[in-house]
């Protein structure tokens, strides 16, 4: 069982930015994915960005060339910078965690907020 604790959003203005974070504790395998996805209201939950334990990384098309991903292997903790953020990108932000026997762990969602 992963626990996932999220934390870093917020209220900010178009163009502005935020950082988000997601330490993972309790049975974690050294093989794993972890990544942001987020839900809009009225829409279904989407991919932001993911990072294996190594260096790579997918990103959805929204996002592209404003936020990075990244982790602290050590810490088992997963960072999102948002950058330049939009009122488009407004969403509860859930952090997750995917092992290699493909089991999902989820985070309880932290709000984005962008102002226009």
């Known amino acids: 069982q992963v626990h996932l604790e999220e934390s870093g959003g917020g209220l900010v203005q178009a163009g502005g930015s935020l950082r988000l974070s997601c330490a993972a504790s309790g049975i974690i395998f050294s093989t794993n994915v972890m990544g942001w996805y987020r839900q809009a209201p009225g829409k279904q939950r989407e991919l932001v960005a993911t990072i294996a334990r190594g260096i790579t990384t997918n990103y959805a098309d929204a996002v592209k060339g404003r936020f990075t991903i990244s982790r602290d292997n050590a810490k088992n903790t997963v960072y999102l910078q948002m950058n330049s953020l939009k009122p488009e990108d407004t969403a509860v932000y859930y952090c997750?965690?995917?092992?290699?026997?493909?089991?999902?762990?989820w985070g309880q969602g932290t709000q984005v907020t962008v102002s226009s």
């Open positions: 997750n965690f995917l092992d290699f026997r493909g089991k999902d762990s």
